[in-house]
C-alpha cells in the first residue's frame, strides 16, 4: 500500500499542523458569520489579526450557548448538562496543549494562549452556562454574578486579544477592563429585555429583577433601560482609549445597541416582549459609517448618572 503525499499552501508541507489551523480559524469565521449579524458587521472593522482572535472567541461562546439554549428535541437535562462539561474539558486540555481535535476550541484555544486568556476568564463563564440549565429565577447576587460570566469575561477576552502584541500589555488591560466589563454587562441587559418573552415563555428563565414577562410594568422597563445607558455611557469613555484598529469595530457595536437601547425605550413593554427588536441592516450600515467617520468615538448614550 503506497502512502498519500500531501501538499499543503505555500509549500508548508513539513507542517501540516498550519492547514488545520487555518481550517479551525474558517470554522469560527463561519460561526460569528451563521449566528450574529451585529457582531460579524463588528468584526469585519478590525484589523486583521485581531479580527480573528474575536471570531475565535466569539465562535467558542456560541457553541456554549447553543448547548443550553437550543437543545436538540430529544436531549435530557443531564445531557445537555454533559456535553457542556464535556466542552469544558475540552477547552481546558487545550488550554495547555495548545490543540484539539474540536476545530472551534482549536481555534479558541490559539487565540487564548497568545494573548494570555485563562481560566480565570474560562471558568466564570462556563458557570454562567451551567447556571441556565438550573436556575430559574434569579436574586440580585446571582444576576450579578451571571452577568459577569456570561458576558462580561468576553469583553475582558477580547481586550486580552486587542492586546495581545502591545508592548504595555498588563496596565493597558487594567485600564481598559472597566469599560470592556460594562460594555458586555450592557449588551447582556439589552438582549435579556429583548428577549424577555421567549427566555420566560420557552426556556423558563427570568433573568430581570422586577419585570414581570406577562405584564411587564413601564417602570421596571425604563429602570433596567437607564441601567443599559449608564453602562453604555461609561463603555463609551474608555473605546477612544483601545488600539488602533479596534476602535471602529468596538464603537459599531457599542451604537447598535444604544440604537437597540432606544428602539425598545420608545416601545411599549407589553409589545416589545412579542416581538424581537431589531436594527435593520441599512441602519446597522450606516452606524457603522458613521463611527468610521468619527474614527470610533462613540455617540454616548443618554445615563440619569455615570459611575
Known amino acids: 500500500m503506497t502512502a498519500t503525499v500531501r501538499h499543503f499552501p505555500d509549500g508548508d508541507a513539513a507542517r501540516?499542523?498550519?492547514?488545520?489551523?487555518?481550517?479551525?480559524?474558517?470554522?469560527?469565521?463561519?460561526?460569528?458569520?451563521?449566528?450574529?449579524?451585529?457582531?460579524?458587521?463588528?468584526?469585519?472593522?478590525?484589523?486583521?489579526?485581531?479580527?480573528?482572535?474575536?471570531?475565535?472567541?466569539?465562535?467558542?461562546?456560541?457553541?456554549?450557548?447553543?448547548?443550553?439554549d437550543a437543545p436538540r428535541p430529544e436531549q435530557t437535562q443531564a445531557q445537555r448538562r454533559s456535553a457542556l462539561d464535556s466542552l469544558e474539558s475540552e477547552v481546558a486540555t487545550a488550554l495547555q496543549t495548545g490543540s484539539s481535535s474540536n476545530l472551534v476550541v482549536h481555534a479558541f484555544a490559539r487565540t487564548a494562549r497568545r494573548?494570555?486568556?485563562?481560566?480565570?476568564?474560562?471558568?466564570?463563564?462556563?458557570?454562567?452556562?451551567?447556571?441556565?440549565?438550573?436556575?430559574?429565577?434569579h436574586?440580585?447576587?446571582?444576576?450579578?454574578?451571571?452577568?459577569?460570566?456570561?458576558?462580561?469575561?468576553?469583553?475582558?477576552?477580547?481586550?486580552?486579544?486587542?492586546?495581545?502584541?502591545?508592548?504595555?500589555?498588563?496596565?493597558?488591560?487594567?485600564?481598559?477592563?472597566?469599560?470592556?466589563?460594562?460594555?458586555?454587562?450592557?449588551?447582556?441587559?439589552?438582549?435579556?429585555?429583548?428577549?424577555?418573552?421567549?427566555?420566560?415563555?420557552q426556556l423558563g428563565r427570568r433573568y430581570l429583577i422586577g419585570i414581570d414577562p406577562d405584564k411587564p410594568s413601564a417602570d421596571a422597563w425604563r429602570y433596567w433601560l437607564d441601567d443599559i445607558d449608564t453602562d453604555l455611557a461609561v463603555a463609551a469613555k474608555a473605546i477612544p482609549l483601545l488600539?488602533?484598529?479596534?476602535?471602529?469595530?468596538?464603537?459599531?457595536?457599542?451604537?447598535?445597541?444604544?440604537?437597540?437601547?432606544?428602539?425598545?425605550?420608545?416601545?411599549?413593554?407589553?409589545?416589545?416582549?412579542?416581538?424581537?427588536?431589531?436594527v435593520p441592516g441599512p441602519d446597522k450600515a450606516r452606524i457603522a459609517a458613521g463611527a468610521a467617520l468619527r474614527r470610533g468615538q462613540p455617540r454616548t448614550a443618554t445615563a440619569k448618572s455615570v459611575s
Open 243 to 278: 488600539p488602533n484598529g479596534t476602535r471602529v469595530a468596538v464603537c459599531t457595536a457599542h451604537d447598535i445597541f444604544a440604537d437597540l437601547s432606544r428602539r425598545l425605550r420608545s416601545t411599549p413593554p407589553e409589545i416589545a416582549c412579542r416581538t424581537r427588536i431589531r
Open 139 to 201: 436574586s440580585e447576587a446571582s444576576l450579578t454574578e451571571y452577568i459577569y460570566g456570561s458576558a462580561e469575561v468576553v469583553g475582558l477576552m477580547c481586550v486580552h486579544a486587542f492586546l495581545a502584541d502591545h508592548p504595555h500589555r498588563k496596565a493597558r488591560y487594567d485600564q481598559l477592563a472597566p469599560g470592556a466589563r460594562r460594555l458586555g454587562a450592557a449588551f447582556q441587559k439589552v438582549n435579556f429585555l429583548r428577549d424577555l418573552g421567549e427566555d420566560s415563555g
Open 115 to 137: 494573548s494570555g486568556i485563562d481560566t480565570a476568564l474560562v471558568t466564570p463563564f462556563f458557570a454562567s452556562m451551567r447556571a441556565d440549565l438550573d436556575c430559574q429565577q
Open 16 to 68: 501540516p499542523y498550519h492547514h488545520y489551523d487555518d481550517v479551525a480559524d474558517q470554522s469560527a469565521a463561519l460561526v460569528i458569520r451563521s449566528y450574529s449579524s451585529s457582531f460579524g458587521l463588528a468584526s469585519r472593522l478590525l484589523a486583521k489579526g485581531v479580527r480573528q482572535d474575536v471570531r475565535n472567541i466569539y465562535a467558542l461562546v456560541r457553541v456554549a450557548d447553543e448547548i443550553v
